[in-house]
Every structure is written in structure tokens, then in C-alpha cells.
């Protein structure tokens, strides 16, 4: 026996391999640059969707969704800048600047502005088309039209106005939209923002632009009415802007012989102070909203079920003469109502929402207003029925009742008349707001329903069916503008901490007819069963947010 080896020796085992640690120290760096180009890959693309590939790879992911539809008290904060002040701010910008602009403008259109820094730009201003094409799927846009416009107070600036919408409307927007027509964006009515700016080679300034509310749109002489619809995807590869040099050129010189043609019969529009102003147009594409149906009158002694009545202050003298008046119904002999288009002249203001122009159903009968009621054969009691004289230069909407033995003939919608090519004055502008309506001293309001803003999530799912439905209760004003003002209910601490009521999900909409002053923005408004709101509509979004639609129908203290 050999005692000269160890015990701990084995001497039929296999010699010992050396541990690479080379090779492990490269495979240790290989993966810890895999994670760190993992790493700063997530951020390139989730932080820069603007970019093509990104955008791509997103919406494999389904990390990203498309365009969404605001509206107009529930839009992103935001500047409204006009035509001399948009090309103060761009063409003073570097190339790289101007490059970094362009990135986060694209990027907050993309994002439905969740994340934005900033104020957002809107356009406002007078433009006149140059040229309008379809766009297809070589554009950013791949469905709808794009309208090439220049300023009419600037020549420095031009801009491409999208209007995104389905391929079943394209026939009516190519009739309407045709070169010379004036579009007319104002702050009160249309939120186009800039997604784009270009610095041309003359050194003017062409910036794209997009309407955030995808409105209604329809003419004034004729029926057909199309709405502008959200993108579902955007073809970032095709590159800004829309119009390319070669196409915007040609553009330029098609319109620059359409103006050397129609000059003799044309009115020019100057921008010095004497100018004459140019003559009303004599055909216009307008923003319309979903109109009303009209209220049917309630029959004497048939209250609606479960209904509150407001509460009313009797007068110290002739109570019961007061309270018999109010208590007055129409005959119920009276036929439905028929909304026909009133026309009056012109106004230099805002006119009230287009709503007889898309509930009209043949343009054979047209009515002729006088300043007051007393020429309808047979005035309806609802409150939109009655024109003030003191408004009646604004174009209104009268109902007329007729007989009672005469029946109705449905008559088919016609399609849209076509623009006509030499129309310089026709104006693309949104039509909304500055109405009016009848308006009732305190407590003397027709007979309703009362409710507090705890009530309104009730009223959102069962309507207002067919009722009128008062809204009383303490707000805060948010937001205030010339005839439009948004309201918060006023929450109680205790109601914050036990989570009671509508709180900060309820949007208050409050519409002010013409001549009214709204509230200052933070003031506090209370309203009793004597002054109250009339709601006219509901609307309960996918968030759980109520946006609640009411008019004032008091007449100032």
C-alpha cells in the first residue's frame, strides 16, 4: 500500500478543467447591452410616436389609440392665434427648431393631447380656398379632403385645412368645397389646431391644420348635410406637409387665372380701415348641431307621472289671478308643429344654431318672419316659437302649425346643390350660439320638474321624456365666454369624504340667449326653484363624466 498519496486524492478520477472567464465576461457584457439597448429602445419609441416605425410598432402593441372626437367646453387648453401672429412664431424658428416644433405638435395630436406642455395653437381667421383634393392612401390622411387656403389679411401664411371623413360623403364635400370659398374660423365655435408648420423657399409659411371637433357641415342652399369623422390610423410615412412643392405650385397658378378671370365681378376685399365691406354671401357651408325635438304641448289636467312642480312666489295682490294664468294650456285641438326655415335679414353678429337646415324636409315652403309672432297662423306655446323684436335682424326658427285638416306628404331629401365656381363670397363658417328664446321673470316660468345636480345621473338614463326638467342648485364658474359659460357643482367638504353626489364628474354647459352677460370665470352661482336652469339635454360619456346641457330662461334682476 501506498501511504504517500493523500486520502483526499482520487486516482482514477478525471483531470480538472480551468473556468473561462473570458468567455463569461463577454456574455456578461452581451446581455447587459441587449438590456441597455432594450432600455433605451422602449424610450425612443413610446417617447417619440411622431416617428413612423414607432408608430407602427405601437399599434402592433396596442399601445396606441386613434384620433378621438372633443368637444367644444371639454377641449385642450389652448392660444388662439391669427394669421400674422402664426407666422410671427414660426418664421423666426431655426431649422432645428422648427424641426423639434413640428415633432411635438405632431406628437400631441397623436397622444388625443394627454400630455401636453403648453398651451395648444388654434387657428383663427378668414382663408380662402386655393385649391381642395381627396385625400387617399399616399396622404397622412388617407380618407376625406384637404383644402389648401391662403390668409385673407396676410399673404405670408398659408394653410392646409383637413377635413377627415368617410368615403360615402366625399361627392358632397367635393360640390362645396370649391376654390374661392372663404372659411371663417372663430374662436366661439371651431378649435382647429396646428399639427404642421413648413418654411416655404420664399420664405412664407404654410402650417397644417385639423378640426378637434369633426363637426357637421352643411349648405345653405340645398339639404344635404356630412359630418367629419376622426381618423382610425395615420400614415405617418407619407411625410409632411400634404400639399408638396410641386403640387402647391401648380395649385398657386390654377388660382392665380381663377382670380384674373373673376376679377371684373369680383368684390375686392381690402384690409385698410375704409375699406368697403364686402356684400353677404349668398351661399355658406355651416357647422350645424343635432337638432331639438320641439316639446308637445302637456293637456290641462294630465300632469306627467311622479312630476315636481317648481315652487313659485304668489305676488302679494291678484294670487289667485296670477296662479289661473299660469295654469293656461293651448287647445288641444292644435295640430303638431312643423319647423320651416324663417328667414330674415342678415345680421353683422353671430347667428343661432343652424338647426332648420338639416330638419327641413322639402325646400318648397319658405316663411317669411315679421318682427313679431303675430303673423303665424298658429304660434306653438314652446318657448322657441316666440322672436323678441329686439332680435330681429338674426336669422330665426319659427314653427307654424298647419290646419288641422291638412296632412303631411313626406318628400325625399334632395342632394346639395353644387357651389357655384364664381361664388368669391361664399363663407365656410361655423353657425352656434347667440340665440334666442323666451325668458320668464322669477317663479313665473312654465310649469317642470325640479332637481338638484344629485338627480341628474337619473335624468341621464330614463331622459327628460318629454317634460320640462329645472335644474337648481351652487356652482362654480370654470370657463366663460360670450354666450357660453361651464359650471361645477359645489361640492361640501363632507360630500368630498363620503364620495356623495355628482362632485367634479358633472359638467354644467350653461347657453346665455343674446344680450346677456355670463358670469365671471370663479365667481360662485346659486340658483333656487326660482330662478332655476331649463335642462335640454344629458349626455353621459364612457368615463362616467355628465355633460349637462341648459339655457337660462330668467330675465335679469
Known amino acids: 500500500m501506498n501511504y504517500s498519496t493523500s486520502r483526499y486524492e482520487e486516482t482514477y478520477s478525471s483531470p480538472r478543467r480551468r473556468t473561462n472567464y473570458f468567455g463569461w465576461t463577454v456574455a456578461i457584457l452581451l446581455l447587459t447591452g441587449f438590456a441597455f439597448a432594450a432600455w433605451l429602445g422602449s424610450f425612443y419609441i413610446f417617447d417619440q410616436p411622431e416617428r413612423p416605425d414607432s408608430y407602427r410598432i405601437l399599434q402592433r402593441l396596442h399601445k396606441i389609440d386613434p384620433p378621438k372626437r372633443f368637444e367644444l367646453t371639454a377641449a385642450p387648453a389652448g392660444e388662439f392665434l391669427s394669421a400674422k401672429q402664426l407666422y410671427d412664431r414660426y418664421v423666426g424658428m431655426g431649422a432645428a427648431e422648427l424641426a423639434k416644433t413640428n415633432a411635438e405638435l405632431a406628437r400631441n395630436y397623436i397622444r388625443n393631447y394627454q400630455q401636453v406642455r403648453g398651451l395648444v395653437p388654434y387657428v383663427v381667421g378668414r382663408y380662402t380656398i386655393v385649391q381642395a383634393r381627396e385625400l387617399g392612401p399616399g396622404d397622412v390622411f388617407t380618407s376625406g379632403m384637404v383644402a389648401l387656403t391662403n390668409a385673407v389679411d396676410s399673404g405670408e401664411l398659408l394653410m392646409e385645412h383637413l377635413y377627415p371623413a368617410n368615403s360615402e360623403v366625399l361627392p358632397l364635400m367635393k360640390q362645396t368645397l370649391n376654390v374661392g370659398l372663404e372659411v371663417k374660423l372663430e374662436r366661439t365655435h371651431d378649435l382647429s389646431s396646428v399639427i404642421h408648420a ?202 307654424v302649425q298647419p290646419p288641422p285638416a291638412a296632412t303631411a306628404t313626406p318628400v325625399p331629401v334632395l342632394p346639395a346643390q353644387p357651389v357655384p365656381a364664381d361664388a368669391s363670397g361664399v363663407a365656410l363658417a361655423s353657425n352656434a350660439g347667440g340665440g334666442s328664446w323666451k325668458t320668464f321673470p322669477p317663479g313665473r316660468m312654465p310649469l317642470g320638474r325640479l332637481i338638484g345636480t344629485s338627480d341628474l345621473r337619473d335624468v341621464a338614463e330614463h331622459g327628460l321624456a318629454g317634460e320640462r326638467v329645472y335644474l337648481k342648485g351652487q356652482f362654480l364658474v370654470n370657463f366663460s365666454d360670450a354666450n357660453r359659460a361651464v359650471l361645477r357643482p359645489r361640492t361640501k367638504l363632507t360630500d368630498k369624504v363620503l364620495h356623495l353626489g355628482a362632485g367634479s364628474s358633472t359638467r354644467i354647459i350653461v347657453e346665455f340667449p343674446s344680450g346677456y352677460n355670463p358670469p365671471q370665470q370663479g365667481a360662485t352661482v346659486s340658483r333656487d326653484e326660482l330662478r332655476p336652469y331649463e335642462i335640454t339635454e344629458v349626455r353621459k360619456q364612457e368615463d362616467g363624466q355628465l355633460n349637462v346641457f341648459v339655457r337660462e330662461i330668467m330675465q335679469p334682476n
Open 198 to 399: 413648413e418654411r416655404l423657399v420664399d420664405g412664407r409659411i404654410m402650417i397644417t391644420a385639423v378640426p378637434l371637433l369633426y363637426g357637421s357641415y352643411t349648405v345653405t342652399r340645398g339639404l344635404g348635410t356630412f359630418r367629419l369623422e376622426p381618423p382610425l390610423t395615420l400614415n405617418l410615412i407619407a411625410g409632411w406637409p400634404l400639399f408638396k412643392e410641386h403640387a402647391r405650385i401648380k395649385a398657386e397658378e390654377r388660382y392665380a387665372d381663377f382670380r384674373r378671370k373673376t376679377t371684373p365681378t369680383q368684390v375686392p376685399i381690402a384690409a385698410g380701415p375704409t375699406a368697403a365691406a364686402p356684400p353677404p354671401a349668398g351661399n355658406e357651408l355651416v357647422r350645424v348641431e343635432q337638432a331639438r325635438p320641439v316639446e308637445a304641448p302637456v293637456a290641462p289636467g294630465v300632469p306627467p307621472q311622479n312630476a315636481k312642480l317648481a315652487k313659485t312666489t304668489p305676488a302679494p295682490k291678484g294670487g289667485k289671478l296670477a296662479k289661473k294664468e299660469k295654469m293656461k294650456s293651448p287647445s288641444p285641438t292644435a295640430a303638431p308643429a312643423q319647423p320651416v326655415i324663417a328667414q330674415k335679414s342678415a345680421a353683422p353678429t353671430s347667428t343661432p344654431f343652424a338647426v332648420a337646415l338639416a330638419r327641413t324636409p322639402s325646400p318648397a315652403p319658405v316663411a317669411t318672419a315679421a318682427p313679431t309672432v303675430a303673423s303665424a297662423r298658429a304660434p306653438s306655446p314652446a318657448p322657441i316659437a316666440t322672436a323678441p323684436p329686439t332680435v330681429a335682424a338674426a336669422p330665426t326658427v319659427a314653427v
